[in-house]
């Protein structure tokens, strides 16, 4: 099934930096999210993009998509403490919408 | 935010016992998905539920089984239960005007002692 794998597995940064962590699959995609984990708790969605979209925003947050690489990024500008969490990507097959997900990049924001 | 609730929130229970873990989703999310995360990894997928009806399932043995109901809560029930099975339960559903975005509960702590 596809799944996502993220890269850096880790990465801690100073506060007002920006933080990029990337994805990589395998195969075709239908569209491709990113959702954030605080500690211990449920995942929260982020950020949808399409496989015919090659960037999007929202707030802080902006992905971008490139299909011939099979690969994704999401970029977090001018971060913030609360923004210290674990970040999923997950690309979803044509047919078949379930979520796969990797083992996260574990993001800190050292205040 | 989250309009999806799972209870209970932590379970302490024995190897070789049974458990059900029970999540309520939002009126219209006829979508439910249950993910095991184990401490340190990502969550992995173990069943998904359309109508009430089991359409897609990962690399679970039998043993995991669950049920979704038509006011849009659903369980997970976990038979002969192992040490491994001591992770985070995770329900998440969506609604088809939600398109493919899936709102998560904060889950179950299960321990298995």
């Known amino acids: 099934s596809q799944q996502g794998e993220e890269d850096p597995q880790a990465l801690s940064i100073q506060e007002g930096e920006n933080a990029t962590m990337n994805c990589s699959y395998k195969?075709?995609?239908?569209?491709l999210q990113w959702y954030r984990q605080n500690s211990g708790r449920g995942l929260v969605h982020l950020i949808l993009i399409r496989s015919n979209e090659r960037e999007k925003h929202s707030g802080r947050l902006r992905v971008t998509l490139d299909t011939s690489k099979k690969s994704s990024s999401l970029l977090i500008t001018a971060s913030r403490a609360a923004d210290t969490a674990s970040y999923f990507c997950?690309?979803?097959?044509?047919?078949?919408?379930?979520?796969?997900f990797g083992t996260g990049t574990r993001l800190t924001i050292i205040p | 935010e989250t309009g999806v609730t799972q209870s209970p929130t932590h379970l302490i229970k024995t190897r070789g016992q049974q458990v059900t873990l029970r999540c309520s989703s939002q009126s219209g999310h006829n979508t439910v998905s249950w993910y095991q995360q184990a401490l340190g990894q990502g969550p992995q997928f173990i069943f998904q539920y359309y109508r009430e009806e089991e359409n897609g399932r990962g690399n679970f043995p039998p043993r995991f089984s669950g049920l979704q109901f038509p006011n849009y809560s659903s369980e997970l029930n976990v038979n002969a239960l192992e040490l491994d099975d001591s992770a985070l339960y995770l329900c998440?559903?969506?609604?088809?005007?939600?398109?493919?975005?899936?709102?998560f509960g904060s889950g179950t702590r299960l321990t298995v002692v």
């Open positions: 195969t075709s995609i239908n569209n």
């Open positions: 998440a559903s969506r609604s088809g005007s939600t398109g493919r975005r899936y709102t």
């Open positions: 997950a690309p979803a097959n044509f047919g078949n919408e379930k979520l796969t």
